[in-house]
């Protein structure tokens, strides 16, 4: 993905903005996650349970330091009914705290804020007929959601969200091995890992998920779907070493909200049917 490192901004961001938006993750469970604030999402997540329950898992496994992996955006620009209130997403991340604190990192078209209302700096990312590179971190102190450039169609970026036990900070990474853009120091020092295509239509209006792809058919490889837990890296697949993979869909529903996997679970796309 195409964007601007921001190095300057520090490396810590501190904001005093009250949360006021939905949790990005909703625990609904049924045929249509967005009975709940106009969400739709195809993704999976680390869970306590291998159940297919469709939407997110109320029960999500926390015992993971990290996540990495390719994320390539769509190869199509997205019209959105209303783009200062609905918005597309691709991201991964990591929430904590029952899903109520996360960081997230990714592409993003149209808005992203606490008060769409009021897209002040720190607290919104607006974007209008392009894609750009977000980090967003919001907890019960505050919030911050960052817009890194203009994302091209089409393109990869390798990325990844992880715990640093020297620092006992979280820190988000733009790119795989380029200087952390974010970090917290106040979370747990585990959490729950996703990576997820979602999208939001506050408008009422009709909107679909675009094709996004997440890691690549080499398991081995940064550009995989990885979790860091106690022996390091590993394969974000069926068979991970603590716990279970769940997908969330919304194949039922109408439109269909559909995960394709390629090899696993390690690498896969979202997509609209």
């Known amino acids: 993905m195409g964007y601007v490192l921001r190095r300057e901004l520090l490396a810590v961001v501190t904001a005093a903005v009250l949360v006021g938006s939905q949790p990005t993750m909703v625990s609904a469970i049924g045929s249509n ?4 604030a106009g969400y739709h999402y195809a993704g999976q997540i680390t869970s306590h349970t291998d159940g297919f329950t469709h939407c997110a898992v109320s029960n999500g496994y926390f015992g993971w330091a990290g996540v ?3 994320i390539t955006t769509p190869s199509q620009n997205i019209s959105l009914p209303d783009f200062t209130i609905d918005h597309t997403l691709g991201w991964i991340g990591a929430q904590f705290n029952s899903d ?3 960081f997230q990192t990714g592409w993003f078209t149209g808005t992203i804020a606490a008060d769409t209302a009021n897209c002040t700096f720190l607290s919104c990312v607006r974007r209008n007929g392009s894609y750009g590179r977000y980090v967003e971190n919001i907890s019960p102190s505050g919030i911050s959601i960052l817009d890194y450039g203009t994302v091209a169609l089409g393109s990869s970026t390798t990325s990844r969200v992880v715990y640093n036990g020297s620092s006992g900070c979280w820190e988000v990474w733009l790119t795989y091995s380029g200087g952390y853009v974010q970090l917290d120091c106040n979370e747990p020092t585990s959490g729950e890992m996703v990576a997820t295509s ?9 909107v679909t998920l675009p094709t996004a792809k997440f890691g690549t058919s080499n398991p081995n490889t940064n550009q995989a779907l990885r979790l860091l837990g106690a022996n390091g890296f590993e394969p974000w697949d069926t068979v991970l070493l603590a716990w279970y993979t769940e997908r969330f869909d919304e194949r039922f529903s109408t439109p269909k909200y559909v995960v394709s996997h390629f090899n696993a679970w390690y690498y896969f796309k979202a997509y609209s049917q």
């Open 33 to 36: 996650c967005g009975s709940l």
């Open 68 to 70: 990495n992996g390719q």
């Open 100 to 102: 109520l604190t996360w």
């Open 198 to 206: 979602e999208m939001l239509s506050n408008s009422g209006g009709f």
